[in-house]
């Protein structure tokens, strides 16, 4: 019977899901979700369209024969029904809308190559061409708008091979509508959920300001207070610019995620814009702002979603945002730019869910001097056209902001800064004298030796060899009584949040503290020590790290001394780093700019980018072009926005009985939920591959659950893994 096509199996109140109940509800959803940028007709009718093929006799057969095994759709053999094919097949020969069939085709397996568009209509049209053809038949029947024409909802500039990365971020876009809208329908049906709507964000500025004014009351007051003001106001005043991108240059300390937040709420209320993305580089920023924002915005408009955080544990009134994580659905969401991006250019459908949710919003994305050079082709070319098409803007915030504009992607677009003048702020809030000890070279011992005379001082090196190297001969070197603490990512997630505590309140408190820490605490970390020593790096890391000197404008001027360690692990500094340290030696010294010197980094970042032709060679160069011809798998599998050399190690840190329960968890024959991974977090240390290897090699360590190793030899209560490198290339941070 007709009336009878299924789209999904009983629910709970044994109830199966009709297909055109689920066709025209996956439409409508859609529809509202691609009509923020435009093309909610044409979204509308691929979720019309997109599961077609159940209903061919076969498919509809192999569920009730799943239904009642609890098994898969499978035919009386046991083969997989492909019903993707029917829906895409109408896309491409009905509607008329050329290679937005792909997203039909890849709703569950994820967005394809162009190339597949011609294998499927071959098969559409041969050998599996009297199923498809059934299938359209029998659903047209239930749902005739199947076989309308929708080839002139396409919109213009999407056809065009002018630009070609605009019309891939399109179907990038349409592709997150639709699949979003199965998911939710889906789960409507089998779940019976319905998600609370958040607040707009035009209704949350006074909670905000009234927030602030609290935040400012607070203790500990600092003497720069007066110019984060000022800062705040001008990014405020800012806010009523049209959508665009937003540079936001300011130097550390100036309150870039108060000024920042103040900017979004209020460009969003004054545009209509629908939610605030924060997406910052590293954890342990994450974390740090949430905190912030949740205090601004309210806790219950935040959603924190990164591995670091456990959505299952939240309370009953704030479980919406477990839900939300799945496809952004909350007003404020602070994530890390790694999911932000890796999402950005998956194909995956779990992932992409949520990238419609970057329409009609404000992205703020922190830190942006860490985004990797050799990235920057693609993710600036996403970063225009989501504020030229699809009504994002974007603020791009950092101490040391890259010159962006500069580059041949960005070509004629125009920044809206958020600050009209910048210098006099870099001037008024330099708190810090460098020093320089590069000629002579002094070695790692003669460092330490100088740190031990402190009582309150960080040092900050480039690779976790040198870091443990330096805390050993610091150990030796220091009074008894003044701790020696360490930081990395050899030390378990916890470990290291407990070590920042510790060291916040020693400064809090004025009592003696000496840190050895990797590059990990420089990029937004809130430290305030009066002394700084950072072995050489690009300037935008020196600068980094003199931001965690005189933070707080405490003293007449911090010292940040940046010393180039004659026995430092050079392949490995070189192997972070690259060609930027030959730039900045060009720029920077003691008989050159400091790093605090807006105008030496801008052409420092110029020549750095003319040295590496980035824009016409290497990965994001290549990567473009994959986007240019619309290889979804090349582009996902090429881009990668971290080092992808390391692996997690579970450690033995930390509560011992809450780790054994979660391993169990881990490597149960079912399989694991993702919220045991989040929940692991606290106990995972990482190691470079070749050194994961290695250790299980020599029975250090225990593969679990693929690339995750169990660690089964000692662990420094300070350090954390030592496991020493031959090769001297050990550089994880």
Same mark, same amino acid.
């Given at each position: 019977?007709?009336d009878?096509?299924?789209a999904?199996?009983?629910?709970?109140?044994e109830?199966?899901?009709?297909?055109e109940?689920?066709?025209r509800?996956?439409?409508?959803?859609a529809?509202?979700?691609?009509s923020?940028?435009?093309?909610?007709?044409?979204?509308?009718y691929?979720?019309?369209v997109?599961?077609v093929?159940?209903?061919a006799?076969?498919?509809?057969?192999g569920?009730l024969?799943?239904e009642?095994s609890?098994?898969?759709v499978v035919?009386?053999?046991?083969?997989s029904?492909?019903h993707?094919e029917?829906?895409?097949?109408?896309a491409a020969?009905?509607?008329r809308?050329g290679?937005?069939?792909?997203?039909?085709?890849g709703?569950h397996?994820?967005l394809?190559?162009?190339r597949?568009?011609k294998?499927?209509?071959a098969?559409?049209?041969?050998?599996?061409?009297?199923?498809?053809?059934?299938?359209?038949?029998?659903v047209?029947e239930?749902?005739p708008?199947i076989?309308a024409?929708?080839g002139a909802?396409?919109?213009?500039w999407?056809?065009s091979?002018?630009d070609p990365?605009?019309?891939?971020?399109l179907?990038?876009m349409?592709?997150s509508?639709?699949v979003?809208?199965?998911?939710l329908d889906?789960?409507?049906?089998?779940?019976?959920?319905?998600r609370?709507?958040?607040?707009?964000?035009?209704s949350?500025?006074?909670?905000?300001?009234?927030a602030?004014?609290?935040?400012?009351?607070?203790?500990?007051?600092?003497?720069?207070?007066?110019?984060?003001t000022e800062?705040?106001?001008?990014?405020?005043?800012?806010?009523?610019?049209?959508?665009g991108?937003?540079?936001?240059?300011a130097?550390?300390?100036?309150?870039?995620?108060?000024?920042?937040?103040g900017f979004?709420v209020?460009h +969003?209320? !004054? =545009?209509?814009?629908? @939610?605030?993305?924060?997406? &910052?580089?590293f954890? /342990?920023? $994450?974390?740090q702002?949430?905190?912030?924002?949740?205090?601004?915005?309210?806790?219950?408009?935040?959603l924190?979603h990164?591995?670091g955080?456990?959505?299952h544990?939240?309370p009953?009134?704030r479980r919406?945002q477990?839900?939300?994580a799945e496809?952004?659905?909350?007003?404020v969401v602070?994530?890390?730019?790694?999911?932000?991006?890796e999402?950005l250019f998956?194909r995956?459908p779990?992932a992409?869910?949520?990238?419609?949710?970057?329409?009609?919003?404000v992205?703020?994305?922190?830190?942006?001097?860490s985004?990797?050079?050799?990235m920057?082709?693609?993710?600036?070319? +996403?970063l !225009? =056209?989501?504020?030229? @098409?699809?009504g994002?803007? &974007?603020?791009l915030a /950092?101490a $040391?902001?890259?010159?962006?504009f500069?580059l041949?992607?960005?070509k004629?677009?125009?920044?809206?800064?958020?600050?009209?003048e910048?210098k006099?702020y870099?001037r008024?809030l330099?708190?810090?004298?460098?020093?320089?000890?590069?000629?002579p070279?002094?070695?790692?011992?003669a460092i330490?030796?100088?740190?031990?005379?402190q009582e309150?001082a960080l040092?900050?090196v480039?690779?976790?060899?040198?870091?443990?190297?330096?805390?050993r001969h610091?150990?030796?070197?220091a009074?008894?009584?003044v701790p020696v603490?360490?930081l990395?990512?050899?030390?378990?997630?916890?470990h290291?949040r407990?070590?920042?505590m510790?060291v916040r309140?020693?400064l809090?408190?004025g009592l003696p503290v000496l840190v050895?820490?990797?590059q990990?605490?420089?990029a937004g970390?809130?430290?305030d020590?009066?002394m700084v020593?950072?072995?050489?790096?690009?300037?935008?890391?020196l600068?980094?790290?003199a931001?965690?000197?005189?933070?707080?404008?405490?003293?007449?001027h911090g010292?940040v001394?940046?010393f180039?360690?004659?026995d430092g692990?050079?392949t490995?500094?070189?192997l972070?780093?690259?060609?930027?340290?030959?730039?900045t030696r060009?720029?920077f010294?003691?008989?050159?700019?400091?790093?605090?010197?807006?105008?030496a980094?801008?052409?420092?970042?110029q020549?750095?980018?003319?040295v590496k032709?980035l824009e016409?060679?290497?990965?994001?160069?290549?990567i473009?072009r994959?986007?240019?011809?619309?290889?979804?798998?090349?582009v996902a599998?090429r881009?990668?926005l971290?080092?992808?050399?390391?692996?997690?190690v579970?450690?033995?840190?930390?509560?011992?009985?809450?780790?054994?329960?979660l391993?169990s968890?881990l490597?149960?024959p079912?399989g694991?939920?993702?919220w045991?991974?989040r929940?692991?977090?606290?106990y995972?240390?990482?190691?470079?591959?070749?050194?994961?290897?290695r250790?299980v090699?020599?029975?250090?360590?225990t593969?679990?659950?693929?690339?995750?190793?169990e660690w089964?030899g000692?662990?420094?209560?300070?350090?954390?893994l030592e496991l020493a490198?031959?090769?001297?290339?050990d550089?994880?941070?």
């Amino acid at each position: 019977m007709i009336d009878g096509l299924w789209a999904h199996s009983v629910n709970p109140s044994e109830q199966r899901h009709g297909l055109e109940d689920h066709l025209r509800g996956t439409a409508a959803l859609a529809t509202r979700f691609a009509s923020v940028f435009g093309v909610g007709e044409l979204a509308g009718y691929l979720g019309l369209v997109h599961d077609v093929g159940k209903g061919a006799c076969c498919w509809q057969e192999g569920l009730l024969r799943a239904e009642a095994s609890g098994g898969r759709v499978v035919d009386a053999g046991g083969r997989s029904i492909d019903h993707k094919e029917a829906g895409a097949w109408l896309a491409a020969r009905k509607g008329r809308v050329g290679l937005f069939a792909l997203l039909v085709l890849g709703h569950h397996g994820g967005l394809a190559a162009r190339r597949a568009i011609k294998d499927m209509l071959a098969s559409a049209e041969g050998d599996a061409a009297d199923r498809v053809q059934e299938a359209v038949q029998r659903v047209a029947e239930l749902v005739p708008e199947i076989l309308a024409d929708h080839g002139a909802a396409v919109p213009g500039w999407a056809r065009s091979a002018d630009d070609p990365y605009a019309a891939e971020l399109l179907l990038r876009m349409a592709f997150s509508a639709l699949v979003d809208a199965d998911f939710l329908d889906t789960e409507s049906h089998f779940k019976g959920v319905r998600r609370p709507s958040g607040p707009s964000l035009s209704s949350m500025v006074q909670v905000f300001e009234g927030a602030r004014e609290d935040y400012l009351r607070s203790p500990g007051v600092s003497p720069i207070d007066a110019v984060r003001t000022e800062i705040y106001e001008q990014a405020v005043a800012a806010a009523d610019q049209p959508i665009g991108v937003f540079p936001f240059p300011a130097p550390t300390g100036a309150g870039k995620t108060i000024a920042s937040g103040g900017f979004a709420v209020h460009h +969003a209320a !004054r =545009h209509g814009l629908r @939610r605030v993305i924060f997406a &910052v580089p590293f954890l /342990s920023i $994450t974390e740090q702002n949430a905190r912030v924002y949740g205090r601004l915005f309210g806790p219950k408009n935040v959603l924190e979603h990164h591995s670091g955080v456990d959505l299952h544990d939240l309370p009953v009134d704030r479980r919406w945002q477990r839900l939300a994580a799945e496809n952004w659905d909350a007003p404020v969401v602070v994530t890390t730019t790694v999911r932000l991006f890796e999402s950005l250019f998956s194909r995956r459908p779990s992932a992409m869910r949520r990238l419609h949710r970057l329409a009609g919003a404000v992205v703020v994305l922190d830190e942006v001097q860490s985004l990797p050079d050799a990235m920057l082709p693609p993710i600036l070319s +996403a970063l !225009r =056209h989501l504020t030229e @098409r699809f009504g994002t803007s &974007v603020v791009l915030a /950092s101490a $040391t902001q890259p010159e962006f504009f500069s580059l041949e992607v960005f070509k004629g677009l125009r920044p809206r800064p958020l600050l009209a003048e910048p210098k006099p702020y870099y001037r008024r809030l330099r708190r810090v004298r460098y020093e320089w000890r590069c000629d002579p070279k002094p070695t790692l011992q003669a460092i330490a030796l100088e740190v031990a005379g402190q009582e309150q001082a960080l040092t900050i090196v480039n690779t976790t060899k040198d870091a443990g190297t330096v805390h050993r001969h610091l150990e030796e070197a220091a009074h008894g009584d003044v701790p020696v603490m360490h930081l990395s990512t050899r030390m378990a997630g916890g470990h290291r949040r407990a070590v920042l505590m510790d060291v916040r309140q020693r400064l809090e408190r004025g009592l003696p503290v000496l840190v050895v820490s990797t590059q990990l605490v420089e990029a937004g970390v809130d430290l305030d020590f009066p002394m700084v020593f950072r072995a050489f790096a690009p300037a935008e890391a020196l600068q980094q790290a003199a931001g965690r000197a005189n933070r707080n404008g405490r003293l007449e001027h911090g010292r940040v001394v940046v010393f180039d360690p004659a026995d430092g692990s050079v392949t490995g500094t070189r192997l972070v780093y690259g060609a930027a340290l030959d730039s900045t030696r060009a720029f920077f010294g003691p008989d050159r700019a400091d790093p605090d010197d807006v105008d030496a980094l801008s052409a420092y970042y110029q020549a750095r980018y003319a040295v590496k032709d980035l824009e016409r060679a290497g990965p994001g160069a290549e990567i473009q072009r994959y986007r240019a011809d619309f290889d979804f798998p090349e582009v996902a599998a090429r881009f990668k926005l971290i080092d992808e050399q390391t692996v997690a190690v579970l450690v033995p840190y930390g509560d011992s009985g809450e780790r054994e329960h979660l391993r169990s968890l881990l490597i149960s024959p079912a399989g694991a939920d993702p919220w045991v991974f989040r929940k692991l977090q606290p106990y995972l240390a990482t190691l470079p591959r070749r050194l994961a290897a290695r250790a299980v090699g020599d029975g250090l360590a225990t593969p679990l659950l693929g690339d995750l190793i169990e660690w089964d030899g000692e662990y420094h209560q300070v350090r954390g893994l030592e496991l020493a490198d031959p090769s001297g290339e050990d550089f994880v941070w």
